[in-house]
């Protein structure tokens, strides 16, 4: 465990980050949401440092797991799912649904 990079900043950095986005989509209108959507994606892999980030949307019934946006950094392939991420990604899909605050 030692040797895994750590990603996840501090609670009060991630909180800070967290808080700059929700201040951008506070003052945008409607018309700009989507592309605000994919630049707070960005912006997310750069303070994060991670590879890729993406939004993503339970089914109704929670039988079925989309990406509605994602990002990729520069040097990786994009992040292109138009399918059931619950049927290609189970694991994940459980976890995120285990996840009562995050999810529902």
Known sequence: MAN?????????QFETLVADLATVFARIPASDIDQEIRNGLRYFIERLGVDRSALLEFSADQTALYAL???????????IYTE?????FPWTADKLLGAVGYCR
């Open 4 to 12: 895994l990079p750590q990603v996840i900043p501090h609670s009060q």
């Open 69 to 79: 946006y994602a990002y990729a950094a520069p040097e990786m392939r994009p992040f």
């Open 84 to 88: 059931d991420l619950k049927q290609k």
